[in-house]
């Protein structure tokens, strides 16, 4: 099906307005472009719950999270960032892993199971996709989606 990228984001803001709120994040669309894409919605709605749910849950009270959409040639940019604890290089590679979890105190305090991430890299790659992350230890963390405009 076709979807608009920013009317799906406002949509997931929605749904995650109250563990937001429960933590004083403000969630920002910092472009409002209205890109189409042909995706499954569900599976397009699961796969940035996941990555904006861990950006509010790995971040310190107060700060905001971003999503930010631009178009390129050939692809679909989708930015989610945050101002939170970040990621040490010697995990940032492991993140995509099941169970995977960097703190396992912090992660247990903080209840999941570790698959959020396997399952935005299996959507990303289904759809032919890509997904980078560049994160900072106490800075933030930001994941880049790309996504082709067709997939043949
Ligand atoms: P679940 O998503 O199943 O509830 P989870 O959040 O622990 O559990 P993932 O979403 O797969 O699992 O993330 C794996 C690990 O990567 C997390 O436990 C966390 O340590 C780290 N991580 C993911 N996103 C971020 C982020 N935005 N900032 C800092 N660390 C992150
Ligand atoms: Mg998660």
Redesign the pocket.
């Known amino acids: 099906e076709t979807i608009q990228l920013d009317t799906e984001i406002m949509q997931i803001f929605d749904i995650l307005k109250l563990s937001a709120e429960a933590k004083n994040t403000t969630l920002v669309l910092t472009s409002k472009e209205s890109i189409k894409l042909e995706f499954v919605a569900d599976e397009f709605r699961q796969m940035m719950i996941?990555l904006i749910?861990?950006?509010i849950?790995?971040s310190e009270p107060g700060n905001q999270v971003e999503v930010d959409l631009s178009e390129e040639d050939h692809n679909i940019i989708i930015r989610v960032r945050?101002h939170?604890?970040?990621?040490p290089e010697k995990d940032v590679n492991r993140?995509f892993e099941r169970f995977?979890?960097?703190?396992k105190s912090r992660?247990k305090e903080k209840?999941?199971?570790?698959?959020?991430?396997?399952i935005v890299k299996h959507t990303v790659q289904n759809n032919c996709g890509k997904i980078t992350v560049n994160?900072q230890v106490g800075k933030g963390?930001e994941f880049m989606i790309q996504l082709p405009k067709n997939k043949e």
């Open positions: 996941n749910d861990n950006a849950k790995y945050d939170g604890y970040g990621i993140i995977y979890r960097v703190d992660s209840g999941g199971t570790g698959l959020g991430l396997a994160s963390t």
